[in-house]
């Protein structure tokens, strides 16, 4: 447990991004089948955005879902996009009390119906919240979202191609947001799997052993006590 004077001293990210990975194997581990795994996963997603929005961070957006994890089976895919419709069904009151806004990352097809009604809604309902922004991304890759904003450019006729800056082409992103300043991925995994790719350019990356359903409030805070002694140096010499 932090101190406030630990607290007080710490460096927050305005974006965090974390790759919520390791809800199967706590699962195995426990005897329990991966559809627990991934209940225990959820519940703690909710627990834990509540504290990072509360320590300041602007934005944090988790992978959920990447458009590769439908080559899982019918049971597993099946059961996550439950949670997803139940995720935006039973917790936009909280959502709301908590003034938090959510966004969302990722293709349409071949998302179920339900799913895509159930992300627009609380999407729309918290539209006007400030106090903080969850983006989360579902039925997501990093590939996918590049081809599909030099989709969007080539398609806007207004666009000036040969004056295109990297802050313009953010804007055809699915979202335009800042850029990733502490990537954390859970369960020991040392990978992207296609997450954010353009943003994640300059991120710090912290890669802890526990199982995401096991990352609580304190985990994360040695994950800002760790960003706070990088020295990001963005290309330049510093003290120099
Ligand atoms: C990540 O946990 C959750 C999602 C893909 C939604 P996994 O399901 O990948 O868990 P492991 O990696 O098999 O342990
Ligand atoms: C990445 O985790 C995707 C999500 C967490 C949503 P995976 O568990 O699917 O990634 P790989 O297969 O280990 O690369
Ligand atoms: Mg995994």
Aim: hydrophobic share 40%.
């Amino acid at each position: 447990m932090l101190s406030n004077e630990d607290i007080a001293s710490l460096k927050i990210p305005r974006h965090v991004a974390i790759i919520v990975d390791g809800n199967g194997r706590w699962a195995k581990e426990r005897g329990l089948t991966r559809m627990k795994g991934h209940d225990a996963g959820f519940k703690n997603l909710k627990k834990l955005t509540k504290h990072i929005i509360n320590r300041g961070v602007e934005v944090v957006s988790f992978y959920v879902f990447s458009t590769e994890n439908f080559k899982r089976s019918a049971e597993e895919v099946g059961h996550l996009m439950d949670i997803f419709v139940t995720l935006y069904k039973r917790n936009l009151k909280e959502f709301m009390d908590n003034n938090i806004k959510v966004i969302f990352s990722g293709r349409d097809e071949p998302l179920p119906k339900s799913v895509m009604k159930a992300r627009d809604e609380l999407a729309r309902k918290t539209a006007n919240n400030t106090g903080g922004i969850v983006n989360l991304c579902l039925n997501y890759g990093g590939r996918a979202e590049i081809v599909d904003a030099v989709k969007k450019i080539a398609a806007d006729p207004n666009v000036d191609i040969e004056n295109l800056t990297e802050a313009d082409f953010g804007k055809y992103l699915y979202q335009d947001l800042p850029d990733v300043d502490l990537m954390i991925r859970t369960s020991g995994e040392l990978r992207l799997s296609n997450f954010l790719l353009w943003q994640n350019s300059y991120a710090e990356f912290y890669f802890p052993q526990t199982k995401f359903p096991d990352f609580h409030e304190d985990d994360f805070d040695q994950a800002l006590v760790e960003y706070t002694r990088r020295d990001r140096r963005f290309g330049a010499i510093k003290n120099a």
